[in-house]
Nanobody
Framework: QVQLIESGGGLVQAGGSLRLSCAAS????????MAWFRQAPGKEREFVSR????????QYADSVKGRFTISRDNTKNTVWLQMNSLKPEDTAVYSC??????????????????WGQGTQVTVSS
């Protein structure tokens, strides 16, 4: 069982930056692939980024590639999402997720067993 708690969301102007954190409970954090998803009002949940258990492999949605960076520290049971050059279309609730499936774990949200409660990111124009 893993509990995930996100933090770091907020209101930022276009072009600004935010850093999201996801703190996980449990002793086996390094065995989980971690991912960030987002969901804007009236839209389906969307894959943003994922990182392997060791942190050695990362992947991004095309819409955030070059602007967002995912990282993790298994000694701190934490994964981060550094978001730079934010755009109004990045506005959404961002959630972190943990999955036990072998890498490369799917980008499909259904492949992740554990979810945080989400944190709101709002980018003003």
């Amino acid at each position: 069982q893993v509990q995930l708690i996100e933090s770091g969301g907020g209101l930022v102007q276009a072009g600004g930056s935010l850093r999201l954190s996801c703190a996980a409970s449990g002793r086996t954090f390094s065995t989980y692939a971690m991912a960030w998803f987002r969901q804007a009002p009236g839209k389906e949940r969307e894959f943003v980024s994922r990182i392997s258990g060791s942190g050695g492999i990362t992947q991004y949605a095309d819409s955030v590639k070059g602007r967002f960076t995912i990282s993790r520290d298994n000694t701190k049971n934490t994964v981060w999402l550094q978001m730079n050059s934010l755009k109004p279309e990045d506005t959404a609730v961002y959630s972190c997720a943990a999955g036990t499936a072998a890498w490369p774990i799917s980008r499909n949200p259904n492949s992740y067993e554990y979810w945080g409660q989400g944190t709101q990111v709002t980018v003003s124009s």
